[in-house]
């Protein structure tokens, strides 16, 4: 249980394009979806933090203007890299944290890698 | 304050051996330690997680003994198998609070050799 699907698991675009990344909470009810990046051989860093019907909090650095983040049902968290560059290719991971289940804690997404050329 | 600190960066284990991860945290608001394994390319998933109300938990080959005095954590794997080869990070979150978000270790790269 408590699952997270995410996709697409890898997406290359080309500068200036955007992006969306889509987690989906397959048998509960994420009211809260974290976002987060990933650079190789890295940790994992938080970008923002959505919660279900409002606007999503984002980290000191993360442009909310770039990194658009949706999370309009409780099923359904996206994430829109607009006007992708170069730099923003990373990994992306998303992350819920699950209320009601034996095992409580947070579920991740597969991740999805994005490569701007 | 919000910063976990995990050592070591890299380790070599050999096959059945015991593999030792270190974690210390500062905010004493948090209450819930996972640990997580990562393979390259994939998601973080969840090994084991710990709760400052008990001072160790295990689960198979997976250990985590807390500290609560000390602010520190760390992580057990026993008989090491090349399989465990993989980044594991600590993490830390103030569950209940209204952020709850997972502060995450700098993570160790374990490698064990057949």
């Known amino acids: 249980g408590a699952v997270v699907s995410q996709h697409p698991s890898r997406v290359i675009c080309k500068s200036g394009t955007s992006v969306k990344i889509e987690c989906r909470s397959l048998?509960?009810?994420?009211?809260?979806m974290f976002w987060y990046r990933q650079f190789p051989k890295k940790s994992l860093m938080l970008m923002a933090t959505s919660n279900e019907g409002s606007k999503a909090t984002y980290e000191q650095g993360v442009e909310k203007d770039k990194f658009l983040i949706n999370h309009a049902s409780l099923t359904l968290s996206t994430l829109t890299v607009t006007s992708a560059h170069p730099e923003d290719s990373s990994f992306y991971i998303c992350?819920?944290?699950?209320?009601?289940?034996?095992?409580?804690?947070?579920?991740f997404g597969s991740g999805t890698r994005l490569t701007v050329v | 304050q919000q910063q976990v600190k995990q050592s070591p960066q890299s380790l070599i284990v050999q096959k059945g051996g015991i593999s030792i991860i270190n974690c210390a945290y500062e905010?004493?608001?948090?209450?819930?330690f996972p640990w997580y394994q990562q393979f390259p390319g994939k998601g973080p998933a969840l090994l084991i997680a710990i709760r400052p109300d008990v001072s160790e938990k295990k689960e198979g080959r997976f250990t985590i003994s807390f500290n609560k005095s000390a602010k520190q954590f760390s992580l057990h794997i026993m008989d090491s198998q090349p399989g465990d080869s993989a980044t594991y990070f600590c993490?830390?979150?103030?569950?209940?609070?209204?952020?709850?978000?997972?502060?995450f270790g700098k993570g160790t790269k374990l490698s064990v050799k057949p």
């Open positions: 048998d509960f009810q994420a009211t809260t």
């Open positions: 992350s819920a944290r699950v209320q009601k289940a034996i095992n409580y804690g947070y579920t």
């Open positions: 993490a830390a979150s103030s569950y209940g609070g209204s952020q709850g978000n997972l502060i």
């Open positions: 905010n004493t608001a948090f209450d819930y």
